[in-house]
């Protein structure tokens, strides 16, 4: 197993602190792991929002578990190409799904949400379509805060960005 392997595992540890269930690969926040002409392993990490108040955090986090690889290992933040919902692993929609978060509708990105449009979202809980949305922004910008009409639970929907 080359050096490059073994952090792909060790990232698979870092988790998201706001999503604390999906880790930073499923995430889609590792955009790759390159090893320089000398032998010293990159990470580029991309944050899912540019401004984003955990990137520190995780940069320190995923930092960590390079030295377990590589103690000169780097990690570089890069913010171009921006992150998407596209980047989301297929076992994140699904754990979203699990913890009560509907995940993003589309596999690529929908800007109507930002703008207030509605959508109909199934509730994660019942699966019903019968859903509004309360507010276009939840606890986070990136996610639009949703009750189910006949479970009455209420739930986030992760938005396609």
């Known amino acids: 197993m ?16 706001e999503l604390p269930f999906l880790n930073v690969v499923e995430m889609g926040m590792i955009k790759g792991v390159d090893e ?7 990470v580029r990490l991309t944050p899912t929002y540019s401004g984003c108040p955990a990137t520190d955090f995780i940069k320190e ?13 780097r990690v570089e933040v890069v913010l ?3 992150w998407s919902t596209d980047d989301l692993a297929p076992s994140a929609l699904e754990k979203m799904r699990e913890h ?3 995940p993003p509708l589309e596999r690529k ?3 109507g949400f930002l703008s207030g449009q509605t959508r109909t979202v199934p ?3 019942c699966t019903s379509q019968n859903t509004e949305m309360v507010s276009a922004f939840g ?21 396609c960005l």
């Open 100 to 102: 009560g978060i509907a």
């Open 139 to 159: 606890s986070t910008a990136c996610k639009a805060h949703f009750r189910c009409l006949d479970c009455l639970e209420p739930f986030d929907h992760f938005k």
């Open 109 to 111: 990105g929908d800007k």
């Open 61 to 73: 986090d995923v930092e960590q578990a390079l030295r377990h690889i590589d103690p000169d290992g």
């Open 80 to 82: 171009s190409p921006a």
């Open 2 to 17: 080359t050096g490059k392997d073994r952090i792909w595992r060790h990232l698979e540890e870092v988790m998201d602190p």
């Open 36 to 42: 320089t002409a000398d032998g010293q392993i990159v």
């Open 123 to 125: 509730c994660p809980n």
